[in-house]
């Protein structure tokens, strides 16, 4: 009794073994490839979040410090002013 595997034939629609062996690298280079697209997609997101993030509380500490200068500028106004006002 011969207990052999069938090999298909490229008639019956097989490759062999190095059909099948091309057929596994396929397969595995396309994992590869759908992993460092993943990869690649989550990161740009963590970066325009942070990147987001961070930009606004540049501007927020910008506005603060530009608030700041004005009220500072204001008073020294107010005392240039006063002080006149108490020369003459």
């Known amino acids: 009794m011969n207990m052999a595997r069938h090999q298909p034939t490229e008639e019956e629609g097989g490759h062999g073994e190095s059909g099948d062996r091309h057929a596994r690298i396929v397969q595995i280079c396309e994992a590869v490839l759908l992993a460092l697209v993943t990869v690649t997609a ?38 240039a002013i006063n002080r006149v006002g108490q020369v003459t």
């Open 42 to 79: 989550a990161w740009a997101g963590y970066s325009a979040a942070k990147w987001g993030t961070a930009s606004r509380v540049d501007i927020a500490r910008a506005s603060t410090l530009g608030n700041l200068a004005t009220r500072t500028t204001s008073e020294l106004h107010l005392f």
